[in-house]
């Protein structure tokens, strides 16, 4: 049973930061595409970041120089490092494989960016 699950999300002023966890099950985490993904009030889910299996890595222009995507084989986890953030930022963010698996959309954790 494939599962992801998100953590460490949060009410964090303009300019501040975020580090986002995410817990995936061994078996796929190590052979797959991975990616962080974000679905703000009105809008449709985005693709934010991607970590190929090889550990080249793809960031949204809107988040490029700002956020780090990175992953752990060991813990068997992936992060998201969110500097600089903005208001903009504001959503609820996932992992997912990618391209993303409908089946396996966790909870996702909720980031908001205000003052």
């Known amino acids: 049973q494939v599962q992801f699950v998100e953590s460490g999300g949060g009410l964090v002023q303009p300019g501040g930061s975020l580090r986002l966890s995410c817990a995936a099950s061994?078996?796929?985490?190590?052979?797959?595409?991975m990616g962080w993904y974000r679905q703000a009030p009105g809008k449709q889910r985005e693709l934010v970041a991607r970590?190929?299996?090889?550990?080249?890595?793809y960031y949204a222009d809107s988040v490029k120089g700002r956020f780090t995507i990175s992953r752990d084989m060991n813990k068997n986890t992936l992060y998201l490092q969110m500097n600089s953030l903005k208001p903009e930022d504001t959503a609820v963010y996932y992992c997912n494989m990618w391209p993303s698996d409908t089946r396996y959309w966790g909870q996702g954790t909720q980031v908001t960016v205000s003052s």
């Open positions: 061994a078996t796929i985490f190590g052979f797959n595409n």
């Open positions: 970590i190929f299996s090889g550990g080249s890595t």
